[in-house]
């Protein structure tokens, strides 16, 4: 049974920053595309950034503000995310497309077939 668990979400300034953490259980990360998805109530979840096999895909949105990455050792997928804006306010989910590498389908919610469920972030 496959379970990512979501952690890091809170409170903070604009200008600060925070650093979101999944944790893997169930399957071993490999290199699979895995994904931080955002999603504010009443607008669709949003592709935030995404890596597999060493490759990184941010949305321009995102692009030299946020730092995915992932240590195989521990299952353990991160974004750390600087100089946040209140526009990066949302939950934030991570995703895994398992077995496939990212493509030009990494932003699309539907194409990842695991979901941890969320942590909140706030930015005022």
């Known amino acids: 049974h496959v379970q990512l668990v979501e952690s890091g979400g809170g409170s903070v300034e604009a200008g600060g920053s925070l650093r979101l953490s999944c944790a893997a259980s169930?399957?071993?990360?490999?290199?699979?595309?895995m994904g931080w998805f955002r999603q504010v109530p009443g607008k669709e979840r949003e592709g935030v950034a995404a890596?597999?096999?060493?490759?990184?895909f941010y949305a321009d949105s995102v692009k030299g503000r946020f730092t995915i990455s992932q240590d195989n050792a521990k299952n353990t997928l991160y974004l750390q995310m600087n100089s946040l804006k209140p526009e990066d306010t949302a939950m934030y989910y991570c995703?895994?497309?398992?077995?496939?590498?990212?493509?030009?389908?990494?932003?699309?919610?539907?194409?990842?077939?695991?979901w941890g469920q969320g942590t909140q972030v706030t930015v005022s």
């Open positions: 995703a895994a497309n398992y077995p496939n590498r990212c493509g030009y389908w990494w932003a699309s919610h539907v194409e990842y077939n695991y």
């Open positions: 169930g399957y071993t990360y490999s290199s699979n595309c």
């Open positions: 890596t597999s096999g060493g490759r990184t």
